[in-house]
């Protein structure tokens, strides 16, 4: 399908022709991992040692152009700006830094003399390297992409000195293709950033605006002189309120930002400039645009409602690109709707209006083909709108705003036709499970109070202060990777594959044991991923085969599609963890993925209030809980790492949003007695302005994310008062390189001088399931050793059991 006439279907009639025309259809960026995941398999064989640095750029190349190939067949013209040049070889926001050449100090060996930092340089910002430690790594506003931090001081260099964007720009343009570069832009990069170690007190990263600015205007000269037509800069920032400067200084910054680089640079001297602004609605930030001179303004009409018709009438002499079909979910778009949202925002511009149709968002956050799931049933097949189906109806929206919606009135009923049919499917509700949510009380809510559980817990388990345990997953090896395709390829039977299990469980508790650890786990070999496993075991949820989305760098997950009613069909985690307290005297922890987490990490059903599929998810892990404790497990941990992810954008939707979180993990957790422990883990988030919520959550015990930041969550825990135990992690896993026991005697130092020794847990920061044994093995060894050294400096009454604690 093509569409050819302007934006809207007016034509050049009335049209401002000191704005260029833009695209009538477009997508906002588009998966950068490959059908076949080609990034990751490229990248990691790279890091590996398995192929050279020509070899990687060689498979970049390719799949860049496979990819704008792929966007072209499926109907977007190669030679007007509609295809976006978005693609990454780790992280867009690492793009951003590095073309800036905003390196901290530590790395400044990896940036040439022109400002540069090539590849090898840029993936060692990403992991780090020896004593280095790497860029934080945090979540992408609310979604489950991670980025890495940039982290910028009053010195840090800010200047134009990378030109991989206008690289990519020509590459394309030599096969014939006219893409539109896409950069963050510089108030979002500012805001994302991070003060540089040794900064004065007070700085804030967007105190470098000028500078950040001066940086992205050389950029944009040089793309004038390349010959981009549009540029856009992603300015996600602006529909969030969550930062730590005041609204006002935000605003004030993009209107500052958007006058020098809109107002002060002349076209054709920069390519037009089209701000995008997805994940929510822009609220106060819409008449900022407007009044700016950049050319055309993107509107998440999906998170957020058309704005009202008085500022809508502003944005007469910009092209409006409106993101009316979801960036981020897997359903197909409600297209009726979706048309009457684009009809009233003409109508609300007004006469000439220049209206695109866009997504809400990049397409990063979704799988790229919904057609290739084979092995789902025809019928659910038929809800789903993966990337390439989502860049079809942005061309068909397209065709029925040029040509009424007669032109398309087939696909129009066949999509309806869809929605009722999704409606009608008996999963979708099933009595028994909302009779059982209605009938629940308070008392399904409130576990006992929690000094009354600390001592039962204290009698029960029998621990030393600093308790030393991990997250849950150890390495997925090659060997069960073997197993579990050979079980699925039917050569392998269910019983040899639950054998090959078991013994995998036996090698782990033994190196655990080995290791000196307190707390020990299954290691979770069984585990596809922490939400799918669970996933196939629920009615109501639904798995994919090629349904991979990018995480972070070269990480990928294949999230689990929720579509019905959940319910459990039976125990899915006793077999296993039984299986591990049966080998060993020590504890056990039996291992839970949260409500929120597999709502988080799930393309969740639209068709209800998540609160309400979180309860749904929550009675079936409580009775999973009830199942473990029969089975004599004494720790149980539910992890929720996705809380933080969640957390509207907008202060004003937080409170709704917390309350029905910790109500769901709270109906999951409040069937433990008092002497069972209740663990809970969260990572790779800002805690400081959830930790009310995490409180109430009232898991005995909190493990989280601290060893990127430095501990920097701990003086928002010793503010707060925590009262129950926490264990900050030490250990970096996202990293490969190993920490020394020094440096996690460090830690544990700055965290013992922050919380009571005897609320403080020893832990990894996150599950070992993506680092091998090698590297997991030394950097265990260095957590004990580190945990025994600080423990043997705490007062005599503090380094026996928990329970001689006060």
């Not at 498979?59 to 072209?72: I, M, Q």
């Not at 096969?175 to 832009?185: E, W, Y």
């Not at 196939?536 to 070269?554: I, K, M, N, P």
Request: charged letters at 25%; one cysteine or more.
């Amino acid at each position: 399908m093509t569409t050819t006439a302007r934006p809207g279907g007016d034509g050049d009639a009335g049209r401002d022709r000191t704005v260029p025309w833009f695209p009538d259809a477009t997508v906002l960026g588009y998966p950068r991992i490959g059908a076949n995941r080609e990034l990751k398999k490229a990248v990691e064989a790279f890091w590996a040692g398995r192929s050279e640095l020509d070899d990687l750029l060689a498979a970049l190349e390719s799949l860049r152009r496979e990819t704008r190939g792929r966007l072209a067949r499926l109907g977007l013209p190669p030679g007007d700006g509609s295809i976006p040049g978005d693609f990454s070889a780790y992280d867009h926001v690492l793009d951003a830094a590095t073309t800036l050449g905003a390196v901290p100090e530590r790395f400044a060996d990896l940036v040439a003399e022109d400002g540069t930092v090539d590849l090898p340089g840029y993936f060692t910002l990403a992991r780090g390297d020896g004593e280095r430690a790497p860029l934080e790594l945090t979540k992408w506003f609310d979604s489950n992409y991670h980025y890495l931090v940039p982290e910028i001081g009053p010195d840090t260099p800010l200047r134009y000195g990378d030109d991989r964007l206008i690289f990519k720009f020509l590459e394309a343009a030599a096969d014939g293709v006219t893409t539109r570069p896409v950069i963050v832009g510089p108030v979002t990069f500012l805001l994302l950033s991070k003060p540089a170690a040794g900064a004065p007190a007070g700085f804030h990263p967007l105190d470098r605006l000028d500078d950040a600015v001066a940086a992205y205007a050389d950029q944009l000269r040089a793309l004038g002189v390349a010959g981009a037509p549009w540029l856009q800069l992603d300015e996600p920032a602006l529909v969030s309120d969550a930062w730590d400067v005041p609204r006002a200084r935000v605003l004030a910054a993009a209107e500052r930002a958007y006058g020098a680089l809109a107002g002060e640079l002349g076209r054709p001297e920069r390519p037009a400039l089209f701000v995008s602004a997805g994940y929510g609605p822009l609220g106060d930030a819409l008449p900022v645009l407007a009044r700016s001179a950049v050319e055309a303004v993107g509107l998440d009409l999906v998170r957020g409602p058309l704005p009202p018709a008085a500022e809508l009438a502003t944005l007469a002499r910009k092209v409006v690109v409106a993101g009316v079909v979801d960036g981020r979910n897997v359903w197909r778009t409600d297209l009726d709707a979706a048309l009457g949202v684009l009809e009233r925002l003409r109508a609300g511009i007004g006469e000439g209006a220049r209206v695109a149709v866009a997504t809400s968002t990049s397409l990063l956050h979704v799988p790229h083909d919904a057609a290739r799931e084979k092995h789902l049933s025809r019928e659910l097949r038929g809800w789903l709108a993966f990337a390439d189906q989502k860049v079809e109806e942005v061309l068909l929206l397209a065709d029925a705003v040029a040509g009424g919606r007669e032109a398309v009135a087939t696909r129009l009923a066949e999509a309806a036709a869809a929605r009722r049919a999704r409606r009608a499917h008996p999963g979708v509700r099933r009595a028994g499970v909302r009779e059982r949510l209605a009938a629940l009380t308070d008392a399904a809510f409130a576990r006992a109070p929690y000094p009354e559980r600390r001592a039962a817990q204290e009698a029960r388990l029998g621990l030393p202060a600093l308790p030393t345990t991990t997250i849950g997953s150890f390495p997925q090896t090659a060997e069960i990777r073997r197993a579990r395709a050979a079980l699925r390829r039917g050569t392998m039977s269910e019983a040899e594959y639950r054998q090959a299990m078991r013994a995998e469980i036996e090698q782990v508790v033994r190196l655990q044991e080995r290791l000196g650890l307190d707390v020990l786990v299954h290691g979770e070999a069984e585990r596809n991923d922490m939400v799918q496993y669970f996933a196939e075991l629920l009615d109501g949820f639904a798995a994919t085969e090629h349904g991979w989305v990018q995480s972070y760098g070269s990480r990928c997950t294949r999230p689990a599609i929720l579509w019905g009613d959940v319910a459990r069909r039976g125990p899915m985690t006793v077999e296993w963890t039984g299986h591990a307290a049966s080998l060993t005297d020590r504890p056990v922890k039996g291992m839970l993925t949260g409500p929120v987490t597999i709502l988080a990490w799930s393309f969740v059903r639209d068709d209800q209030p998540p609160g309400e599929t979180a309860l749904q998810v929550a009675l079936a892990l409580r009775d999973e809980i009830a199942d473990l404790e029969a089975a004599g497990i004494g720790i149980v941990q539910v992890d929720e790492p996705a809380l933080r992810e969640l957390l509207p954008l907008r202060a004003a939707e937080r409170q709704d949003y917390l309350d029905w979180s910790v109500r769901a993990f709270r109906l999951a957790t409040s069937g433990a007695p008092a002497h069972t422990q209740i663990h809970t883990h969260l990572c790779y988030s800002e805690f400081g302005a959830i930790l009310g919520a995490i409180d109430r959550l009232d898991a005995d015990v909190t493990s989280i994310e601290a060893a990127r930041s430095r501990m920097e969550v701990l003086a928002d825990i010793r503010r707060a008062g925590f009262g129950r135990q926490i264990g900050p992690g030490v250990y970096d896993i996202h990293s490969p390189r190993v920490p020394s026991v020094d440096e996690l005697k460090e830690l544990l130092a700055t965290a013992v001088a922050a919380v009571p020794p005897g609320q403080l847990w020893v832990n990894p920061d996150c599950g070992l399931k993506t680092r091998g044994y090698e590297e997991v093995t030394a950097a265990l060894e260095h957590l004990v050793a580190a945990a025994h050294a600080v423990r043997a400096t705490l007062p005599a009454p503090e380094r026996g059991e928990i329970s001689t604690l006060s």
